[in-house]
């Protein structure tokens, strides 16, 4: 055991997200290895993102194309978590974020807007993603309970809850005038709250919508458990934090930071370490019972499996009040992910996890190069005229210093994807020919991932 991970932890909680509704649905052995890392890492929990990748039996039209977990794989993952003491805890997002449903025609009577919305960052979405909050939302969400809770053994249930994006634009819009968004959203998620006390499952949710209130945090029931997001190195963890624990949550509520991985190749470790120890320091102060680092996979999850691994290591650090430097950080990578390789991958990692802090960041949280790569050339060229070919330059310098020819495969690949990145906004051939790129990033896909939604992720190669 590894010094830093002697002290007593500062969470009793200290789990992973891991996003399994943006395209990549990992195998079951990768999960398996994964659980094998957390228990070495001391986490005590896990939880899979779902929004559509459960087998629902009387919903294969929703989930048939994602190489879904089913229930038999829930129930085995879920045995394998408990003996090496984790808590598999179910994870359905009940508000928001349906979109996978709300797209087919047997579901859109469900939906806030049926015949699609503004969004407020992509502008107009076909299809809807937020369920119309009525009682007839709330009794589906129930049935999928019903069918989703009896393979965990946890007695917890996370129902998500973020990002209504459209709430009050279509069938809510009179109530929510009304009664006001913030009250409707209460509302609905008070039922949602009742339906997984109903299964005897205390409710985790989201706390960013609730927080744009305060007055109405003490509402809340006093069983739930809010959990507070927030990924840059200035995320408002301190001020949320303590609203949180003034109306009653003090030892009831976690905080989430990201991996800050996604919309990525290889990375944002700089971002990922100064977010991790701001969650765990601000959440430590205040009373927070759970740290659970989340890992998405936005816009194609296109970014390294390996990226995963430096802020695993990082969050386990910061739950355990400890904040260690990157050589302690490479040795550990290098120890617990490539036990039978030379020396060096977790040095590279840590390497590529700064290649993006090179270039500015368009909003976070993205970076430069995975905007780049798949940009149209008109958004290419807007991107690089918030640069200058100099910085570009010295990227291209960064990425060439870093030795990968002896490195793991899926390092290479990050290696290459940011490469091609920059050539395409230097506008020099490319050292790596895409077709190879991209047989490349399948055979990497396919050795963690199930086949579901690859195709989707490589449409975006050749999408611009």
Same mark, same amino acid.
């Given at each position: 055991?590894?010094?830093?991970?002697?002290?007593?932890?500062?969470?009793?909680?200290?789990?992973?997200?891991?996003?399994?509704?943006?395209?990549?649905?990992?195998?079951?052995?990768?999960?398996?290895?994964?659980?094998?890392?957390?228990?070495?890492?001391?986490?005590?929990?896990?939880?899979?993102?779902?929004?559509?990748?459960?087998?629902?039996?009387?919903?294969?039209?929703?989930?048939?194309?994602?190489?879904?977990?089913?229930?038999?794989?829930?129930?085995?993952?879920?045995?394998?978590?408990?003996?090496?003491?984790?808590?598999?805890?179910?994870?359905?997002?009940?508000?928001?974020?349906?979109?996978?449903?709300?797209?087919?025609?047997?579901?859109?009577?469900?939906?806030?807007?049926?015949?699609?919305?503004?969004?407020?960052?992509?502008?107009?979405?076909?299809?809807?993603?937020?369920?119309?909050?009525?009682?007839?939302?709330?009794?589906?969400?129930?049935?999928?309970?019903?069918?989703?809770?009896?393979?965990?053994?946890?007695?917890?249930?996370?129902?998500?809850?973020?990002?209504?994006?459209?709430?009050?634009?279509?069938?809510?819009?009179?109530?929510?005038?009304?009664?006001?968004?913030?009250?409707?959203?209460?509302?609905?998620?008070?039922?949602?709250?009742?339906?997984?006390?109903?299964?005897?499952?205390?409710?985790?949710?989201?706390?960013?919508?609730?927080?744009?209130?305060?007055?109405?945090?003490?509402?809340?029931?006093?069983?739930?458990?809010?959990?507070?997001?927030?990924?840059?190195?200035?995320?408002?963890?301190?001020?949320?934090?303590?609203?949180?624990?003034?109306?009653?949550?003090?030892?009831?509520?976690?905080?989430?930071?990201?991996?800050?991985?996604?919309?990525?190749?290889?990375?944002?470790?700089?971002?990922?370490? =100064?977010?991790? $120890? !701001? @969650? &765990?320091?601000?959440?430590? %102060?205040?009373?927070? *019972?759970? /740290?659970?680092?989340?890992?998405?996979?936005?816009?194609?999850?296109?970014?390294?499996?390996?990226?995963?691994?430096?802020?695993?290591?990082?969050?386990?650090?910061?739950?355990?009040?400890?904040?260690?430097?990157?050589?302690?950080?490479?040795?550990?990578?290098?120890?617990?992910?490539?036990?039978?390789?030379?020396?060096?991958?977790?040095?590279?990692?840590?390497?590529?996890?700064?290649?993006?802090?090179?270039?500015?960041?368009?909003?976070?949280?993205?970076?430069?190069?995975?905007?780049?790569?798949?940009?149209?050339?008109?958004?290419?060229?807007?991107?690089?005229?918030?640069?200058?070919?100099?910085?570009?330059?010295?990227?291209?310098?960064?990425?060439?210093?870093?030795?990968?020819?002896?490195?793991? =495969?899926?390092? $290479? !690949? @990050? &290696?290459?994807?940011?490469? %091609?990145?920059?050539? *395409?906004? /230097?506008?020099?051939?490319?050292?790596?020919?895409?077709?190879?790129?991209?047989?490349?990033?399948?055979?990497?896909?396919?050795?963690?991932?199930?086949?579901?939604?690859?195709?989707?992720?490589?449409?975006?190669?050749?999408?611009?």
């Amino acid at each position: 055991m590894p010094a830093w991970l002697q002290k007593k932890p500062q969470f009793a909680y200290r789990g992973l997200m891991l996003d399994i509704s943006r395209n990549r649905v990992p195998t079951q052995a990768c999960l398996r290895r994964l659980v094998d890392a957390l228990a070495a890492l001391h986490y005590n929990q896990l939880q899979l993102y779902t929004e559509h990748t459960f087998a629902y039996q009387d919903h294969a039209t929703v989930w048939e194309k994602a190489s879904p977990m089913t229930a038999s794989e829930i129930r085995q993952l879920d045995g394998y978590c408990a003996a090496r003491g984790i808590e598999l805890v179910p994870n359905q997002n009940s508000f928001g974020h349906m979109e996978h449903w709300l797209r087919h025609p047997a579901y859109q009577h469900l939906a806030e807007c049926p015949d699609g919305f503004e969004h407020p960052i992509s502008g107009w979405r076909q299809f809807g993603s937020t369920l119309y909050p009525d009682a007839a939302s709330a009794r589906f969400m129930a049935e999928l309970y019903a069918e989703l809770l009896p393979n965990f053994q946890s007695r917890q249930l996370h129902v998500g809850g973020d990002e209504p994006w459209e709430l009050g634009q279509g069938r809510s819009a009179e109530r929510v005038t009304r009664e006001g968004k913030h009250s409707v959203y209460l509302d609905f998620m008070q039922q949602i709250f009742a339906a997984a006390a109903q299964h005897g499952c205390k409710p985790q949710f989201w706390a960013d919508i609730i927080l744009e209130r305060p007055d109405l945090v003490p509402q809340l029931p006093p069983e739930v458990i809010p959990v507070i997001w927030g990924y840059e190195a200035d995320s408002p963890f301190p001020e949320q934090c303590r609203c949180v624990a003034d109306a009653g949550f003090r030892d009831q509520f976690y905080v989430a930071p990201g991996a800050g991985n996604w919309n990525s190749f290889s990375g944002r470790l700089d971002v990922a370490r =100064a977010n991790i $120890q !701001l @969650a &765990a320091r601000e959440g430590a %102060a205040h009373g927070a *019972s759970g /740290l659970l680092l989340t890992a998405w996979g936005d816009n194609g999850h296109h970014q390294a499996w390996a990226t995963l691994y430096p802020p695993l290591i990082l969050a386990a650090a910061a739950a355990h009040g400890q904040n260690i430097d990157d050589t302690t950080l490479a040795e550990s990578i290098d120890t617990l992910f490539f036990p039978e390789q030379a020396p060096g991958n977790g040095h590279a990692l840590c390497q590529l996890g700064r290649i993006d802090a090179c270039l500015p960041q368009p909003s976070p949280p993205t970076s430069f190069l995975h905007s780049a790569l798949f940009a149209d050339e008109a958004g290419r060229q807007a991107l690089c005229q918030t640069t200058t070919p100099s910085a570009l330059e010295a990227c291209r310098q960064a990425l060439d210093a870093i030795d990968t020819g002896p490195l793991d =495969a899926e390092l $290479q !690949l @990050a &290696a290459g994807l940011n490469r %091609a990145a920059l050539e *395409s906004c /230097l506008n020099q051939p490319p050292t790596i020919p895409p077709a190879q790129l991209q047989a490349s990033f399948t055979r990497q896909w396919l050795h963690h991932s199930r086949p579901g939604g690859l195709a989707e992720s490589l449409s975006r190669f050749t999408a611009q």
